[in-house]
T-cell receptor, first 116, second 111 residues
Framework: DVKVTQSSRYLVKRTGEKVFLECVQDMDHENMFWYRQDPGLGLRLIYFSYDVKMKEKGDIPEGYSVSREKKERFSLILESASTNQTSMYLC???????????????FGPGTRLTVL | QKEVEQDPGPLSVPEGAIVSLNCTYSNSAFQYFMWYRQYSRKGPELLMYTYSSGNKEDGRFTAQVDKSSKYISLFIRDSQPSDSATYLCAMSENGNNRLAFGKGNQVVVIP
């Protein structure tokens, strides 16, 4: 059974704190993604990685950074948390897209982050 | 204009009704079309996918793609309270690792 796990379901942090969100997948997928999900705005891509130590900015990378030191693990870092980063954060993974293959993304359960 | 448009308005239907959801898109290079279902406090899960144009049926669910109109639909027949969830459309170009998502529709099926 495919699995994407996220380190915390709920997290409360204070403004200015450094925050680490961890994601681990056990499917040997090349691609990993970080999204945030907000009411009325849907899923927005923050960063993604298509290989170890590789990363690409998504649509809203400002205020975030990522780290991928091992294939199975992708970390999202909020260098200095702000209240507008209060959100649901979802991690996903997928195999590398090849010709003729749709790239289903498998999602973790999400981390509800509140920044006070 | 956003790549994928999905009216995020909530939808309440009585049990047994047909649920109709749709998305429009602007990128003619999209080849793969997916519907994800997301239950409350869970991550999205793939419900159905379709390649290029046409229909696909899986039990009570039917996905339709009309590439000429850049329009996709999901129909749920004989809706059940267990179908209450948020439904997100997603699509991608051939060989592209990224998915473009709609905002999602919250569906509530009332017993």
């Amino acid at each position: 059974d495919v699995k994407v796990t996220q380190s915390s379901r709920y997290l409360v942090k204070r403004t200015g704190e450094k925050v680490f969100l961890e994601c681990v997948q056990d499917m040997d997928h090349e691609n990993m993604f970080w999204y945030r999900q907000d009411p009325g705005l849907g899923l927005r891509l923050i960063y993604f990685s298509y290989d170890v130590k590789m990363k690409e900015k998504g649509d809203i990378p400002e205020g975030y950074s990522v780290s991928r030191e091992k294939k199975e693990r992708f970390s999202l870092i909020l260098e200095s948390a702000s209240t507008n980063q209060t959100s649901m954060y979802l991690c996903a993974s997928s195999p590398s897209a090849g010709g003729g293959w749709y790239n289903e993304q498998f999602f973790g359960p999400g981390t509800r982050l509140t920044v006070l | 204009q956003k790549e994928v448009e999905q009216d995020p308005g909530p939808l309440s239907v009585p049990e047994g009704a047909i649920v109709s959801l749709n998305c429009t898109y602007s990128n003619s290079a999209f080849q793969y079309f997916m519907w994800y279902r997301q239950y409350s406090r869970k991550g999205p899960e793939l419900l159905m996918y379709t390649y290029s144009s046409g229909n696909k049926e899986d039990g009570r669910f039917t996905a339709q793609v009309d590439k000429s109109s850049k329009y996709i639909s999901l129909f749920i027949r004989d809706s059940q309270p267990s179908d209450s969830a948020t439904y997100l459309c997603a699509m991608s170009e051939n060989g592209n690792n990224r998915l473009a998502f709609g905002k999602g529709n919250q569906v509530v099926v009332i017993p």
